[in-house]
């Protein structure tokens, strides 16, 4: 795997979890743990699914990122 995709994959993942900071403790609990299972799940696709997988999650950060 690349260096740059393993620092990208890395850095969608912190800024996703610093997200989370904002939410109520409940909501956050829940959010990072299906984040930390997506990401987990993920990790041994092929190079297809896993573009289309980082695609999807910078756009759920994106929009959370604005809404917040």
Not at 25 to 30: E, R, S
């Amino acid at each position: 795997m690349p260096a740059g995709h393993v620092s990208r994959v890395r850095a969608l993942y912190r800024r996703i979890l610093l997200l989370h900071r904002g939410l109520p403790p409940d909501l956050k609990a829940l959010g990072d743990q299906y984040v930390k299972d997506e990401f987990r799940r993920h990790k041994t696709v092929g190079s297809d699914e896993a573009q289309r997988f980082l695609q999807e999650w910078e756009g759920v950060s994106t929009h959370v990122d604005a809404c917040v």
